[in-house]
């Protein structure tokens, strides 16, 4: 049985208003031909369709042809939520979708309750355990949430999403393929920095001892950065279809095929895909801005700069862009003991609620008054302190 694993489209994703969504479906045909070249018998997708609970029309259209093209091929797919789509959404459009032969599941759920996928295949029968991004706001009680401090709060969501991967498992079939697909963060994995770090940090980190061993292979969604996962059973990540930030300059990304038989281990290989609009970063001082900007004038993707300077120019996002219109971004860097400051690594075990109010609304080129954030801010006091 051959299956193809894809996840984090992120589809009406926006890069300082720049719409990334033609580039997502570039990357989407292209997977199709392949599907259709080499005879694929299912896809799964493991969550972040979209980047938005409320996503464009043309995002919803470019998802919405990719399955009924799928179907037209007459091969099924599986489709997850993530955490940046709405569950309630994707739940609401399940019986539709599945006109398209897409099986789509918007929340966690047991087994017995359709967590666990069987679909018929032309080579076999295959068994698809999906566990959909489980945000702890919906596992764990009212009263957990009141009642129990941070410590217990993780050590509770864990054990939960541990016993429902544990549930799904247990509905295996001896004559099926058996794999697990899952939109969360696994201990260990190495990411792209543009992952919702909220939803990337300790209380959502789950030891890879959680997945079930008897699976023949696990595809997991959320982290940006393909990659396998050291575990009993084999786990990978597929990563995002594009260069999602620039924190991805220079990755290369693609999507998994999973060659596999009843009872064996899979074996995968990683399937690259065309980088239509290649991110990077230019770093220079500003006297040597002119020549960067000669060099990057016919660039074919998008670009950042981060210029080093004494004192930050008035005008000197418009002196790019009249060169470079493709530079979305343009960062002066104050100059401290003859280098240019550049920021820290993300870290995704600290939560600034704050700066992830304020960083959503700016990378959608929206700005808050201070009275907003002033507002937000006394709600978030007031909620944590009770």
């Given at each position: 049985m051959r299956l193809i694993h894809t996840s984090d489209w992120h589809l009406g994703r926006k890069l300082k208003g720049v719409d990334r969504t033609p580039e997502i479906e570039?990357?989407?045909?292209?997977?199709?031909?392949?599907?259709?070249?080499?005879?694929?018998?299912?896809?799964?997708?493991?969550?972040?369709?979209?980047?938005?609970?409320?996503?464009t029309t043309d995002a919803e259209r470019v998802a919405y042809e990719f399955f009924y093209k799928l179907n037209r091929l007459s091969i099924p797919s599986v489709a997850i939520a993530g955490n940046h789509d709405s569950a309630n959404r994707i739940d609401s459009l399940a019986h539709l979708l599945s006109l398209a032969g897409v099986r789509a599941l918007g929340k966690p759920r047991l087994a017995e309750d359709g967590g666990l996928v069987n679909l018929e295949t032309a080579s076999g029968k295959l068994c698809v355990a999906a566990m959909p991004f489980a945000s702890e706001r919906r596992l764990l009680t009212s009263d957990d949430m009141w009642?129990?401090?941070?410590?217990?709060?993780?050590?509770?969501?864990?054990?939960?999403v541990t016993s429902i991967l544990q549930d799904l498992a247990t509905g295996f079939k001896s004559d099926a393929?058996?794999?697990?697909?899952?939109?969360?963060?696994?201990?260990?994995?190495?990411?792209?920095?543009?992952?919702?770090?909220?939803?990337?940090?300790?209380?959502?980190?789950?030891?890879?001892?959680?997945?079930?061993?008897?699976s023949q292979y696990v595809g997991l969604g959320h982290i940006h950065r393909p990659q396998q996962i050291p575990n009993a059973a084999p786990t990978?990540?597929?990563?995002?279809?594009?260069?999602?930030?620039?924190?991805?300059?220079?990755?290369?990304?693609?999507?998994?095929?999973?060659?596999?038989?009843?009872?064996?281990?899979?074996?995968?290989q990683f399937q690259p895909l065309t980088c239509q609009k290649p991110l990077k970063k230019v770093?220079?001082?500003?006297?040597?801005?002119?020549?960067?900007?000669?060099?990057?004038?016919?660039?074919?993707?998008?670009?950042?700069?981060?210029?080093?300077?004494?004192?930050?120019?008035?005008?000197?996002?418009?002196?790019?862009?009249?060169?470079?219109?493709?530079?979305?971004?343009?960062?002066?860097?104050?100059?401290?003991?003859?280098?240019?400051?550049?920021p820290?690594?993300?870290?995704?075990?600290?939560?600034?609620?704050?700066?992830?109010?304020?960083?959503?609304?700016?990378?959608?080129?929206?700005?808050?008054?201070?009275?907003?954030?002033?507002?937000?801010?006394?709600?978030?006091?007031e909620f944590s302190d009770k």
């Open positions: 570039f990357a989407l045909n292209e997977i199709l031909d392949y599907a259709q070249a080499y005879e694929v018998d299912a896809v799964i997708i493991s969550g972040d369709i979209f980047d938005v609970p409320n996503p009642n129990l401090d941070a410590f217990q709060q993780r050590a509770d969501y864990k054990t939960t393929v058996n794999i697990m697909m899952a939109h969360m963060t696994i201990e260990g994995a190495k990411f792209a920095g543009s992952e919702a770090a909220f939803y990337s940090g300790d209380i959502y980190s789950l030891s890879g001892q959680s997945i079930p061993s008897e990978y990540y597929a990563g995002s279809v594009i260069q999602v930030d620039f924190g991805e300059v220079g990755e290369e990304k693609g999507f998994n095929v999973i060659e596999v038989e009843t009872g064996r281990p899979a074996k995968v770093e220079c001082h500003i006297d040597l801005l002119d020549e960067q900007l000669e060099i990057h004038r016919d660039y074919e993707g998008y670009l950042k700069f981060a210029i080093a300077v004494d004192t930050p120019p008035i005008g000197l996002a418009d002196r790019v862009r009249k060169a470079c219109p493709q530079a979305v971004m343009v960062e002066p860097k104050l100059i401290v003991n003859e280098l240019a400051k550049l820290d690594p993300p870290d995704y075990d600290r939560f600034d609620p704050i700066a992830e109010f304020q960083n959503f609304y700016r990378d959608r080129e929206k700005n808050l008054s201070p009275d907003v954030i002033e507002a937000f801010k006394s709600l978030y006091m």
